[in-house]
Every structure is written in C-alpha cells, then in structure tokens.
C-alpha cells in the first residue's frame, strides 16, 4: 500500500468516524448555520431603531415640547416620558430604557434671557451600542435645538438664512464613508464575525477530532491505518476537514456577497482565496495547540481562549494602533488579522493582489507552525502517556 493509499484509508475512517457521531455536524455546521441566521436577522435593519429614550420635562414649554417631538421622530430614538427622575432611573437601571434626558425648569426662559440652560444626560454605559446610539441622538438633537434657537434670534435682528447658517455653523462638513455608506452594523460587524466564528469552529473541531483518539483510546490504530506515519495521519484527516471547513467558508462568502448582496470593491472569488486560507492557518493552529498541550480538555480550553482572543485583537472593533505597542506584536500570531487586512483590501478598497499579497505570505506562514511539534504527537499517540481524565 502506497503512501496516497493510506492517506485515503485515514480519509474513509474519519468519514466513518463523522456519521457515527452527530457532534461534528452540530459542531461545524450546526453552529456557523445558527450564527449566520442569528447575526444576519439580529443585524437585519443596519442599526438598531427606537431605542428607547426617558425624557422627564420639567420644563414644559413649547420648546421642551418641540424637542421631545422631533426626538421621537428620528429614527434611533423612541421617546418615554417620565414624570420625575426617580422613577426614570429606576427603568434605566432595569434596562428598560437606554438613557435618561432631564430638561431643566425654566429651560425656554433662560433661551430667551439669554442665558445658558443645563440639559442632563444620564447614559446606561453597560450596553454599548444601545447607550452610545442613544447618546448620539441625544447630542445631534440638543445641537439642533441650539442651532434653531440662534437662527430665530440672528432672523429676529435682520440676518437672511445664507448670513445665519455661516454664523451657526461657519464650516461645513463633507463626509465620505467610504466601503459603508449607510453605516450599517450588518456590513461592518456580520463580514468579520462569521469568518471569525469559522476559525474558532476550526481550531475546536480539529482539536477534538484529533484529541478524541487519544481519549477514546483509538490513536494506535489510526498509525497503524497511516503505516505509523503522523504526516499521513495528519493529512488524512486534514483532507476531510478541509474540504468540509472550505465548503462552510465558501457558503459563506456567498451568502454575506452574493445572496446578502454585501457591498464590495473587489471580486468575491478574491474573497474565496482569503476563507480559504484562513481555514487552513486555523487548522494549523489547531494541531500545534494540541501537540503542546495532548489532553483534550486543556487543549479544547487554550483553544477556545485564542480564538476568542482572535476577534478582539483583529482590529475589526477596536483598530490596532490604538491598543498597547506589545498587544500590537502579539496580533500578528492570529490568522484572523490578517484575514481581516485582506478583507480591507479587497472587500472596502478594492486593491487586489497588490493590496493583500502580504496577508497571503503571512496566513501561509501558520502552516509550518505544526512541524515543530510533529514528533511530540506522534509519540503521545503511540505510547497514549497523558492523563485521559
């Protein structure tokens, strides 16, 4: 039996393997088929709407009126009323309501003496999108009001609306949001998130699929199927997981660019190269992690953490140059990051092979990561000396 021969006798069994424990399937697709639905109708609008806002007017006057009205009109906001403070902040801290905004007695008197009315903000900081939107709405509307204010008194005093709005705001602002022009969360978030959730399905599923023959005991005869060679252990399972890890990105990359009809600059099948080598940078990863650590609990652990530590180090919700210097280092050993510059480059700019021939060079390099540890697995896999509990 040549080497190919058992590379496709491996194969069969981890095919045999796969139908005969329901785990793998619910493990990869069952979970990246419930995050894609979960994320693409959570995220269904773009951004979130009616956030509910606690308005306690103390003031009511037509102004405090005209505000409340024109912050119930927009879309982010839906506006609560509330008759006292207390009770408005007793529903914030339930979650009930995502900010509170006091406006103080007195408000539409002191406007027109002239004087400098306080308008309190009360933001609930522990959900942070719902509290960050509601303070932006907040501060645009305040903003207005105070624009609109200045407008009736420069109008009042002979001012025509070209002379007002050079005084209220003498300039102007001209902004490009380029690769995301309506601002929608399901672009921005949905695009990393499910190739990021991918990786993590990779790296777990790997280090189970090969931790769970030393668990069950089964290690021996998977050297013995392979002529007692890792590399040909190694590829035959690889063979199967890669096909099946490749076909999920792919559907992937379909579904967020063709059948969502995401926005993007490049081509979709540039998009294929990069899920591709992300898949086979996470198995990478996946088998180093288990030939330092050949119990599968711990190595299920370590990598259940790097992934997650993958998503946040990306620089896809908070960008690297504002992080730590050595946190910056430390982001270049995730596949993800670089999955997420290649993204940049072709998803948002369009720059083809120029843009991401290095994040092509840099995923690669994760494939010789396992070679150190080769040996080291193989003897744990015939000799089976580790704690199996």
């Known amino acids: 039996m040549n080497n190919w021969q058992r590379i496709l006798s491996v194969a069969r069994r981890e095919l045999r393997i ?25 995220l269904h609008g773009g951004l979130p709407d009616d956030i509910p806002i606690g ?9 405090s009126r005209i505000f409340c009205q024109q912050l119930d009109a927009t879309q982010l906001g839906k506006v609560v009323t509330y008759g006292s403070f207390s009770s408005a902040r007793e529903d914030m801290t339930r979650g009930k309501i995502a900010a509170v905004c006091v406006i103080p007695e007195g408000m539409n008197e002191n406007i027109q003496a002239f004087k400098q009315p306080k308008i309190t903000f009360y933001i609930n900081g522990l959900y942070f ?4 939107l509601a303070w932006k709405d907040l501060l645009t509307m305040v903003n207005m009001t105070n624009g609109a204010v200045q407008r009736e008194i420069l109008r009042a005093k002979g001012f025509n609306d070209s002379q007002i709005m050079g005084m209220i705001r003498p300039i ?13 969360y399901n672009y921005y978030l949905t695009g990393i998130l499910l190739p990021g959730i991918l990786e993590m399905i990779v790296i777990l599923v790997l280090i189970y699929s090969l931790g769970a023959e030393l668990k ?63 898949v086979i940078a996470s198995e990478a990863i996946g088998i180093f992690i288990l030939e330092l650590l050949p119990v599968p609990r711990l190595a299920l652990s370590v990598g259940a953490l790097y992934s997650v530590l993958g998503l946040s180090l990306s620089g896809f919700t908070l960008p690297l140059e504002a992080m730590p210097p050595y946190i910056q280092g430390l ?59």
């Open 18 to 42: 796969i139908r005969n424990r329901p785990l793998y399937f619910m493990g990869s697709v069952g979970v990246i088929a419930f995050c894609a639905i979960f994320f693409l109708t959570f």
């Open 55 to 63: 308005i306690v007017d103390e003031d009511r006057s037509s102004t």
């Open 129 to 132: 999108v719902s509290g960050a």
């Open 172 to 184: 102007d602002i001209d902004t490009h949001q380029i690769g995301n022009v309506t601002t929608n």
């Open 216 to 278: 069950f005991g089964t290690s021996r005869h998977l050297m013995d199927t392979a002529g007692h060679s890792i590399i040909t252990a190694l590829w035959g399972k690889l063979l199967v997981w890669t096909i099946i890890f490749s076909v999920i990105g792919f559907i992937i990359i379909m579904l967020l660019y063709h059948w969502c009809h995401f926005p993007i600059s490049g081509s979709i099948f540039n998009m294929f190269i990069a899920i591709f080598l992300i």
């Open 331 to 389: 982001a270049v050993m995730f596949p993800l990051r670089h999955y997420y510059l290649f993204h940049v480059q072709e998803v948002i700019f369009g720059a083809g092979f120029v843009g991401w021939w290095k994040e092509v060079i840099h995923l690669l390099l994760f494939l010789f990561v396992p070679l150190a540890g080769l040996n080291r697995l193989k003897k744990v896999y015939i000799h089976q000396n580790f704690p199996k509990e």
